[in-house]
């Protein structure tokens, strides 16, 4: 059973277009998050909402916006697609936030490919 | 300079070799240091956590922290080819909310 899963897998789409990633994850979580893998494997943290709500935002660019419609799910919507922004995106979560202790569970990642 | 510094490798060993990756920082105020393990194609996984310094062991794995030295490694003995994955180190500091990630470093071990 699927804990933190991720639509679609692949991701192919021409510059300047509008794109969207779903993430669902069904293991009852408050908190929620976006990273960036980029080529060279650097895992960096977009954002991170907390039963709805946005706790994190990393100097991400405007395009980029998440929406929680709820505990269970973080969209991640980005327009106007750009070159730089190619990459694999992860949606993760865990069962608080602020806490480091607690176990982040990544979903199998978004490959965004724009040409 | 990034915050967390990681050998990207690849790093190719034998089966049954003892592997030694390590992370440093810079920050002094991390105290709770990670290791996660992400397949190829896959989301990491977490592997271990350690709290401020010392050893951790799970079965053939053993974390180690020198908060002197701001440098952590991770030892895997007796390596095994399904071991073969990159290696992500990450750490936070007390009340922080998010994970910094170095760069991961790639691992295979050769039957």
């Known amino acids: 059973d699927t804990a933190v899963s991720q639509t679609p897998k692949y991701l192919v789409t021409q510059m300047g277009n509008d794109k969207s990633i779903k993430c669902e994850q069904n293991?009852?979580?408050?908190?929620m998050y976006w990273y960036k893998q980029d080529s060279k494997k650097f895992l960096k943290i977009m954002f991170s909402y907390n039963n709805k709500e946005l706790i994190i935002n990393e100097t991400v660019p405007n395009r980029f916006s998440p929406k929680s419609p709820d505990k269970a799910h973080l969209n991640l919507h980005i327009n106007s697609l750009e070159l730089g922004d190619s990459a694999v995106y992860f949606c993760a979560s865990s069962q608080e936030v602020g806490l480091p202790t607690d176990t982040q569970y990544f979903g199998p990642g978004t490959r965004l490919t724009v040409l | 300079q990034k915050e967390v510094e990681q050998d990207p490798g690849p790093l190719s060993v034998p089966e049954g070799a003892i592997v030694s990756l390590n992370c440093t920082y810079s920050?002094?105020?991390?105290?709770?240091f990670m290791w996660y393990r992400q397949y190829s194609r896959k989301g990491p996984e977490l592997l271990m956590y350690t709290y401020s310094s010392g050893n951790k062991e799970d079965g053939r794995f053993t974390a180690q922290v020198d908060k002197s030295s701001k440098y952590i490694s991770l030892f895997i003995r007796d390596s095994q080819p399904s071991d073969s994955a990159t290696y992500l180190c990450?750490?936070?500091?007390?009340?922080?909310?998010?994970?910094?990630f170095g760069q991961g470093t790639r691992l295979t071990i050769n039957p």
């Open positions: 990450a750490m936070s500091n007390q009340g922080a909310q998010k994970l910094v």
């Open positions: 920050n002094s105020a991390f105290q709770y």
């Open positions: 293991l009852g979580h408050d908190t």
